[in-house]
């Protein structure tokens, strides 16, 4: 299992924008964006793979994964 498949990725509508909207809650928000929601969650996917590459070549620690679950209760908390 890579590094990048523990990380939450959320690919949603924006009405505002009129596209998909692709982002990695833990790591960066608003990533990518698209017409097509399966392109825009290839590209997430490209984006968080590069991004763990750069936190590792800084010397960085990765933020924790969250689990579907952690990620739902903290929303909960945000309502």
């Known amino acids: 299992m890579s590094k990048m498949t523990k990380f939450i990725k959320l690919v949603e509508w924006s009405e505002e924008d009129q596209c998909y909207i ?3 809650p833990e790591l960066f928000y608003g990533g990518c964006h ?3 929601e399966s ?3 290839t590209e997430l996917c490209r984006i968080i793979e590069e991004t763990i590459l750069l936190y590792e ?3 960085k620690a990765l933020p924790e994964p969250l689990s579907g679950r952690e990620f739902v209760n903290a929303l909960q908390g945000v309502v």
């Open 22 to 24: 692709g982002s990695c």
């Open 34 to 36: 698209g017409d097509c």
């Open 39 to 41: 392109k825009v969650f």
């Open 57 to 59: 070549q800084d010397g």
